[in-house]
């Protein structure tokens, strides 16, 4: 089946930076969209970004200018580069990727990753 695999995320202090992957496995045709979201603690789950298959972006208003996601077709793949980071940027982040896959008949399917927390602290 699709499987979405999150890198670890970090303790990073104020202004700085970290970047996290994405990998999607499985017997997979296409993916249209790859993206990130986030969770704080008694918040509900954002969309901080995204990506089509042709490469264009949409970011959160929070993240504009910090924040910059990028794709690597070949490895099935998607980045989110954190920089300038704030406290108010911790988090769960969520990777999410729609997916035409032979585990769902070849239909688009909305599948997530387990999530990675990214602490932003000084």
């Not at 504009?64 to 940027?89: C, Q, W």
């Not at 239909?107 to 932003?120: A, F, I, S, Y």
Request: charged share 20%; proline share 2%; net charge positive.
């Amino acid at each position: 089946q699709v499987q979405l695999v999150e890198s670890v995320g970090d303790l990073v202090q104020p202004g700085g930076s970290l970047r996290l992957s994405c990998v999607v496995s499985g017997v997979i045709f296409s993916i249209e969209v790859m993206g990130w979201y986030r969770q704080a603690p008694g918040k509900e789950r954002e969309l901080v970004a995204s990506i089509t298959n042709g490469g264009a972006t949409n970011y959160a208003d929070s993240v504009k200018g910090r924040f910059t996601i990028s794709r690597d077709h070949a490895k099935n793949t998607v980045y989110l580069r954190m920089n300038s980071l704030k406290p108010e940027d911790t988090a769960v982040y969520y990777c999410n990727a729609a997916v035409r896959s032979l585990a769902y008949g070849w239909d688009t399917k909305n599948c997530w990753g387990l999530g990675t927390q990214v602490t932003v602290s000084s």
